[in-house]
């Protein structure tokens, strides 16, 4: 008796080549590959859409309000990054039984008014749980004509970020141990078993991870510059650098010395039995604006910035020490068809 023929399973793709694969087709007219789309083709807008799934992106316990604002600020970190001013909203909602809807919306459109944002449609339904597609449509600011663009990155260009990479990934942990955001109040995890010395340091990485805070003021200076490329950092420090300049066709060096390793990130990544470089690197989720500019600029101070390191030519990325020694940037960062890579 034969057997049964089954149907072999294809190893899993990642979200990197398979993105690579959309932008090759003719469909896609290279619209794909920055943190929002262009349209019409160097046109007046910018749109892009992002998915929020409980038990993927966020706990289904989470604070209905908190909920809220965390989807707006997360989409509209994308707008940021493009150097647009939002306009309107399109939210797609399916919840479960007994969801909060009018919290939830409270909390949003407070969201919306301070970011002179206008919910202009969407789309209800029930589900098992809590799912959320949003869609932001970005304008030109007054007075600025440019995008910013992830391709524009520039040999001797400075790399910068827009604060300290690697907070929200010690929230997310925390979270994992039960660490939750109840509108302004943090509850810490009793299972983490947090010195009281860490206390404060665990509640700004909760917050960070559960509240972040769109840089749309920076995305705004940025776009009035000139020169250099920028894009948000979502899937992690590295990851998003390397996106950043495979688009540009350069390379990077960054400087250990320059990444924020500070004396209270390092002790609580140690207590959670993490690596704090690695967090810094790959942790993902800390919506920071990752951008270039020439050596001869930089940001204004209030906008609280980091320089990291510098692009060069060439694909590759590295990582220099204290002592001039290089190796190579590790591929750290989420792949959200994989894994954490």
């Known amino acids: 008796m034969p057997h049964k023929k089954t149907r072999q399973q294809r190893p899993t793709e990642s979200e990197r080549s398979l993105l690579a694969w959309l932008k090759r087709k003719k469909a896609t007219y290279g619209l794909i590959g920055d943190d929002a789309a262009v349209l019409p083709e160097r046109g007046e807008h910018v749109i892009t859409v992002d998915t929020q799934i409980a038990g993927v992106h966020f706990p289904a316990d989470i604070d209905?309000?908190?909920?809220?604002?965390?989807?707006?600020?997360?989409?509209?970190?994308?707008?940021?990054?493009m150097g647009a001013r939002p306009a309107h909203a399109f939210l797609a909602l399916a919840a479960p039984q007994g969801f909060d809807h009018r919290s939830f919306f409270s909390a949003f459109l407070d969201g919306c008014a301070n970011y002179e944002l206008v919910l202009a449609g969407g789309d209800l339904a029930s589900a098992k749980r809590i799912f959320l597609s949003l869609t932001l449509v970005g304008e030109h600011w007054k007075g600025v004509k440019r995008w910013l663009r992830r391709s524009t990155a520039r040999p001797g260009e400075a790399v910068w970020i827009g604060g300290d990479p690697g907070w929200a990934s010690l929230g997310l942990e925390l979270s994992r141990l039960g660490g939750r955001l109840?509108?302004?109040?943090?509850?810490?995890?009793?299972?983490?078993?947090?010195?009281?010395?860490?206390?404060?340091?665990?509640?700004?990485?909760?917050r960070s991870h559960f509240r972040p805070v769109p840089q749309l003021d920076l995305g705004r200076w940025l776009a009035r510059q000139h020169e250099g490329a920028a894009c948000d950092v979502s899937d992690g420090l590295a990851r998003d650098l390397r996106n950043l300049c495979s688009a540009s066709g350069q390379g990077a060096i960054l400087d250990r010395e320059l990444l924020p390793?500070?004396?209270d990130f390092r002790d609580l990544a140690a207590h959670l039995g993490l690596d704090p470089l690695t967090q810094i690197l790959g942790g993902g989720e800390d919506y920071l604006l990752l951008f270039t500019l020439p050596p001869t600029k930089a940001p204004p101070a209030e906008l609280r910035c980091r320089r990291l390191g510098a692009i060069v030519e060439g694909g590759e990325l590295h990582l220099r020490d204290r002592l001039g020694g290089f190796s190579p940037l590790p591929d750290l960062g989420w792949d959200h068809l994989g894994s954490y890579l």
């Open 182 to 206: 109840r509108g302004r109040r943090v509850e810490l995890p009793r299972e983490a078993r947090l010195p009281e010395n860490q206390h404060r340091a665990a509640r700004r990485a909760l």
């Open 261 to 263: 390793l500070a004396p």
């Open 64 to 81: 209905e309000r908190v909920l809220a604002k965390r989807l707006l600020a997360v989409n509209l970190s994308d707008i940021a990054a």
